[in-house]
């Protein structure tokens, strides 16, 4: 088992960085190997909600259920895998940092169902991919920040 955590800087506002991240069928958009994600109960957000996950890691594919186990509007969001072949707690905290937003993901790996894998090359890998991720993050919510921003300028062509 183990742990990963990593932080970036968005220029967006926290509630529209924590209303995307906590949407999971956002999740295909930002996070590299996720194929499709969706709601697979009647609320959509908040505690107790499932979803399933599709994607692929390390050249074998995925598929997961996941509970949301806390979600405070603007601060935190967490949940944890409860079928899969990685064990996770994932916990997303939001925090307000002049006009943008600080983001810090945290990620607890345990019991990893991964024959003949080698936790420490696992995570090397998911720690690079998780720092990828982010990038992406950055750059789809600070696009969208400036398309719907009252100043933008329309392209034409």
């Given amino acids: 088992m183990f742990n990963l955590t990593t932080r970036t800087m968005i220029e967006a506002p926290i509630k529209q960085v924590f209303d995307y991240m906590s949407t999971p069928e956002n999740d295909f958009q930002w996070q590299y190997g996720t194929l499709a994600t ?3 109960t009647s609320r959509h957000n908040g505690m107790g909600v499932y979803f399933r996950s599709i994607g692929h890691l390390m050249g074998r594919r995925n598929l997961g259920t996941y509970e949301v186990i806390e979600s405070r509007s603007n601060m935190r969001y ?24 600080k983001v810090e993901i945290s990620i607890w790996i345990g019991a990893v169902n991964f024959p003949h894998m080698n936790e420490r090359i696992l995570g090397r890998r998911m720690k690079k991919q998780l720092r990828e991720n982010l990038a992406i993050l950055r750059d789809i919510l600070e696009a969208k920040r400036i398309s719907s921003s009252p100043e933008a300028i329309p392209l034409i062509i």
């Fill in 78 to 101: 967490r949940f944890k895998s409860i079928s899969g072949p990685l064990h996770l707690k994932t916990t997303y905290t939001f925090e307000t940092a002049g006009d943008g937003t």
């Fill in 38 to 40: 969706a709601t697979i």
